[in-house]
């Protein structure tokens, strides 16, 4: 095991969604590789120049037209030709090329054979160039190609929050999910099935009278599976039907007791909890060599940076930058992850310009592209998705 002191990141916890012949419970395990991650105050770094944090910026404004509305990003899938957009909000499924032009609709609202009545989750299978459309509503997957072509129709015999596909099997987050079906997956948070959604192992197995959970739970960085667990401060990578234990947050005397994971919490017990403990949020991004992650202090939000190579942390307290500030204005810290590896934000034109100062600001820096990214934007247009590295550290 490894243990590495660390000053890290920010929070969310939200309360959950509304017979085969190997029914069997895998339990987890620790890892000899695990890392242990002891969150303390001496690497607080206060002002970090952005420019000494990040490199290799690209911002791509994504097409805005009729056809490719979006009302807001759940999340941003990538392939090494295309970037996927899920708009739960819409029910819209867009697919973009590396440079923001629109190039497709994927399925739509109805309910028809080859349709959804809602976009409630994505996966997408790059092996296959598919992608697995959850429709809790219709109680079905819709698997489409991504040019948008429909493949087939998978009834849902698993009800889940989220699910994730690798190769020819589905992972599904099943935590207070009732499945008439499937009884015995009442206590546990992951299922295991195959790709005709037929239960093939479940794990995470606990008796909780606890009711609330994660929210994005389950997810996927270069086709590999993880699911986290704030209650536990840990989390766990999937490999086919096993679970281990891949990273866990270590807060001391300043985090709360795991046994409230198996406790029963009103809404203000979990408050309090909230407003006195620290705690890692679930939010993280997972390259091959770099963690970046959230924790939340007594209620605020931290944000923070692990080398899983070099095993150097920082928490970042505030940023600078003294040839742009500009880019402070641009850059938020990750939310997805590209299949090369870059590093994903997104920032709402209606951000940008209803910013009275940035607007003044703005003509300080005539030359830089973020004034040319200002000039031409609309506060109708779609999100401009920010990718970039980290530097070293």
Known sequence: MKKINLVLLTLVIIVSCSRTNSNKE?????SSQYINIQVVDELVTDDILLDSLIKDIKYIPLETNDSCLIGKVYEVLSDTSCLIIHDQNSNKILRFDLEGNFLNKIGKVGKG???FIEAYDVSINRHKNIISVMDLAGRKYQNYYYD???VETVKMNILGNEHEIKENDRVIDVFKCYNKKYPELEH?????????????????????????HTLNGLKKFNDEIYYNDPFLNRIFKINKQNIELA?????????????????????????ELIQN???????????????????????????????????????????????NELQISFFDFPKWLSCDNKFISLIEPYDLLSNKSLKEKSKRYS???????????????????????????
Request: net charge negative.
């Open 148 to 150: 948008g072509r429909h």
């Open 367 to 393: 030359n830089s592209i973020e004034y040319e990214l200002l000039e031409k934007l609309n506060l109708s247009d779609n999100p401009i998705l920010i990718v970039y590295k980290f530097q070293e550290f």
């Open 277 to 323: 403990n620290n705690f890692f949020n679930g939010e993280y991004v997972l390259s091959d060599s770099l963690l970046c992650f959230q924790y939340t202090e007594k209620g605020f939000t931290h944000n923070g940076l692990f080398n899983i190579f070099t095993q150097n942390g920082i928490i970042i307290k505030g940023l600078i930058s003294t040839d």
């Open 188 to 212: 546990c948070k992951i299922a295991f099935a195959d790709y005709s959604d037929n239960l093939k192992g479940k794990n995470l197995c606990v008796n909780t009278k606890n009711r609330y």
């Open 113 to 115: 054979p080859d349709e």
């Open 26 to 30: 895998i339990e987890h395990k620790k």
């Open 247 to 271: 990273i866990e947050f270590d807060f001391g005397s300043k985090g709360w007791d795991k046994t409230i994971n198996t406790s029963k919490l009103t809404d203000k017990q979990l408050i």
